[in-house]
């Protein structure tokens, strides 16, 4: 057992890792450090605001005369939402209130900039231009009043904005692929040639703004000088786009590592949003950033399993744990210029606040920004004025969450 080998049994065919097996048990059996809330708490968090995809049905029947099958996956038919879309979306959430009268607030990510597709082909394919949201949309799309519907709906409080990145596709990783002759580059540029960015399952190779798939697996991460770069032209764009800067932040494709939290922070970013997948209560890291998980996944257009009831399970399951409940919904469940994803989503999401509604009338919607003065404060503000949670850090047993692990 020297050098750090482990003892190791055979038997039937099987090697046994004894010491790892009993760590497997007893980590089961350690605390996990965060918060605990004395009121059910529903959070509503959705990336990919403002990033397009394919430019509707033109777009659609123009990569399909070009030898492209789509309609295989649901992310084939992604496109952008429309600002009808986003005040259809605005009107479900204003017939709800919480126990203090409010209405559910959906944390929007945005990514704030989009491929130049009219002046990277100009160029001949060689490089990568940007058009900021601010600025409008790429040359070919037209979606009339979108930004105003995105501004209205925050002015009434039914939507958040918040940081998902510039890009969302690793650029290094895509101007790599770019300049090659065979199909990769030849793919990217088909796409282009649409007005379409790209469709990631078809292409994952493109990876996503901080991580880039294409190098040594404990090199990905790009460098923390790339990354606080990044960051901080993603910070710029919107503040000229919202006239504020963003608390809120999750990064593309759930890709964030130490030195992406380092920059949230220094950049003034109070929440970081994490993916789904494990039951985990909010806690502060290190950088003073409070780091939420994602544990009800409500994505009727993207999930063929999709069930309104078990995502009100999966909110009781988190209530009962003393933790919010927070929902990751992603915008392509609203759209409905390619597909119609939008009227189900509607439909099932005001069935599933009804329903935590009517089990709780202490119930509390809140946005990213209210958990974190929550926690810093014991209180949020709202129209009527702050109200208070009962906050308390303390260690929770690994087994009220085992059986939601994945």
């Known amino acids: ?46 990336d990919d605001w403002g990033r397009v995809g394919l430019r509707d049905q033109e777009g659609f029947q123009q990569l399909r005369s070009a030898g492209l099958a789509l ?10 939402e429309t600002a009808e879309d986003v005040g259809a979306l605005r009107s479900v959430l204003q017939r709800h209130h919480d126990s203090t009268g409010r209405s559910p607030c959906l944390g929007m990510n945005f990514v704030v900039a989009n491929l130049d597709f009219k002046r990277i082909a100009a160029g001949g394919f060689r490089e990568i231009h940007l058009v900021p949201l601010s600025e409008g949309l790429p040359a070919g799309w037209d979606r009339p009043r979108l930004l105003d519907a995105y501004r209205e709906g925050i002015a009434e409080g039914c939507f958040q904005p918040a940081l998902h990145g510039t890009t969302h596709f690793c650029r290094a990783s895509v101007e790599r692929h770019l300049a090659d002759a ?40 790009l460098a923390a000088e790339t990354q606080s770069e990044l960051i901080g032209h993603a910070v710029g764009a919107f503040a000229k786009l919202f006239s504020s800067v963003p608390r809120s932040a999750c990064a593309p494709g759930y890709r964030a590592n ?7 922070a220094q950049y003034g970013i109070r929440v970081g949003q994490n993916g789904p997948g494990m039951l985990t209560p909010p806690h502060i890291d290190p950088h003073g950033i409070l780091q939420l998980c994602r544990t009800v996944e409500f994505e009727p257009a993207v999930d063929p399993a999709f069930s309104g009831e078990t995502c009100v399970r999966d909110a009781e ?29 509607l439909d099932v999401l005001d069935q599933f606040l009804s329903a935590l509604e009517a089990k709780h009338p202490d119930l509390l919607y809140l946005h990213d920004e209210d958990l974190y003065n929550l926690v810093s404060n014991g209180s949020y503000e709202s129209a009527s004025g702050a109200v208070r949670v009962n906050v308390t850090r303390k260690s929770f047993a690994k087994w009220q969450f085992a059986r939601r692990q994945k």
């Open 182 to 221: 065979g199909e990769r580059g030849a793919l990217l540029r088909l796409l282009w040639q649409a007005g379409t960015p790209y469709i990631h399952w078809r292409m994952p190779w493109i990876g996503y703004e901080y991580w880039d798939p294409g190098r040594s697996e404990d090199e990905r991460f």
């Open 317 to 345: 399951e988190c209530f009962a744990c003393g933790i919010p409940a927070i929902v990751s919904v992603h915008s392509i469940n609203f759209h409905s210029s390619v597909k119609d994803f939008r009227g189900r989503t």
């Open 71 to 80: 309609g295989e996956r649901p992310y084939d038919l992604y496109g952008l």
């Open 258 to 264: 130490e030195d992406t939290h380092r920059a949230w």
């Open 1 to 46: 057992m020297c050098n750090g080998a482990h003892p190791q049994a055979k038997g039937n065919g099987r090697v046994l890792n004894y010491p790892r097996k009993i760590w497997q048990r007893v980590r089961h059996l350690l605390p996990i450090k965060g918060f605990h809330f004395d009121r059910p708490i529903v959070v509503l968090q959705s």
